[in-house]
């Protein structure tokens, strides 16, 4: 029996040669900006290890520096989804200046992330304290109740250069000798403290940085969490920015898919769909 390909068959074949055609290509895009970023380090400062909806994969904290604290397990956290609530829920702190440093690699765009939440204080002015990078005061005043209210979950982005033997922060160029210094400066009230850390290499643009949704203009006491509360996770079906960072690894390693390699397989994958298609197109004509 004889098959007849109609004027309509061609056509559906031919969008759908054109439909395999754009998903190779965005299969060969998808690659290179899975490759364009590295994961230098990252902590759950207070906490134990944890990856994050963007793949991101967080060290346990073992500062021998300051005090380790879980209160924050006793609230639910709001602005970010459940499943990372727990880089906010733990916390290091100290009762004088204490920090995190790393090692990083080369000449570049930097990012480091600093991710906090008020679990104790009840209002503005109670805790105020500064961040300082490589000597450099690059958050002063920094009080995270009258940011964003309590049990909210809060970042801090500060982007730095690495040029040569010499680091630039906001208007500041100093020496560097490759090792970064993230400090939290005791303030006018309470003690500094941080609940997690990321560095990041670029280059960056700005969707390409993960973010948390714009905070409620108006915050209630979130009270005890409730292990029975039903949490609404609708509006956390997917991340706020692009997920371009499942393919970084852990702290203080090598990008394991910088190889050349590592591109094989999709790629493979999307030829042996196209070609049998583009074989029965040519036996259509």
């Known amino acids: 029996m004889r098959t007849v390909f109609t004027a309509n ?21 998808l690659v290179k900006s899975s490759t364009a970023h590295d994961l230098i380090f990252a902590v759950n400062c ?12 967080y060290s346990s904290d073992g ?6 604290s879980s209160f924050g397990q006793s609230l639910i956290i709001s602005r970010v989804h459940p499943d990372d609530m727990p880089l906010y829920q733990t916390e290091r702190y100290h009762t004088s200046t204490f920090g995190y440093s790393t090692r990083v690699r ?29 000597g450099v005061p690059v958050i002063q005043d920094l009080d995270i109740f009258a940011r964003v209210g309590k049990a909210v979950a809060h970042d801090e982005v500060v982007p730095f250069t690495v040029e ?20 939290f400066a005791k303030g006018p009230a309470d003690n500094p403290k941080v609940n997690a850390i990321v560095v990041l290499k670029g280059p960056f643009q700005q969707s390409d940085i993960p973010a948390l949704p714009p905070p409620k ?27 371009k960072f499942k393919k970084l690894s852990g702290p203080r390693t090598l990008n394991p898919y910088s190889s050349d390699e590592s591109w094989f397989m999709p790629i493979t ?3 042996a769909v196209f070609l049998p298609i583009l074989f029965c197109m040519c036996r259509i004509r």
């Not at 207070?46 to 991101?56: A, C, L, Q, S, V």
């Not at 500062?63 to 380790?68: K, L, R, S, V």
């Not at 409730?226 to 996770?233: F, P």
Request: proline share 5%; charged share 25%.
């Open 9 to 29: 068959s061609t056509k559906e074949n031919m969008e759908i040669l054109y439909s395999l055609a754009i998903s190779l290509t965005s299969l060969l895009l």
């Open 46 to 57: 207070g906490g134990g290890k944890h990856t994050d909806r963007y793949g991101i994969k």
């Open 63 to 68: 500062n021998p520096t300051g005090i380790a």
């Open 106 to 134: 080369g000449d570049g765009e930097y990012l480091v992330i600093l991710k906090f939440a008020e679990v104790y204080f009840t209002g503005p002015g109670q805790k105020v304290f500064d961040v300082v990078l490589n």
């Open 164 to 183: 040569g033997q010499q680091l630039s922060v906001r208007d500041a160029t100093i020496d560097f000798d490759g090792t970064l210094s993230i400090q």
């Open 217 to 243: 203009l108006e915050q209630e006491d979130p009270g005890p969490l409730d292990q029975d509360q039903d949490q609404d996770t609708d509006e956390w079906n997917k991340p706020s920015t692009p997920n």
């Open 269 to 271: 994958v999307a030829i």
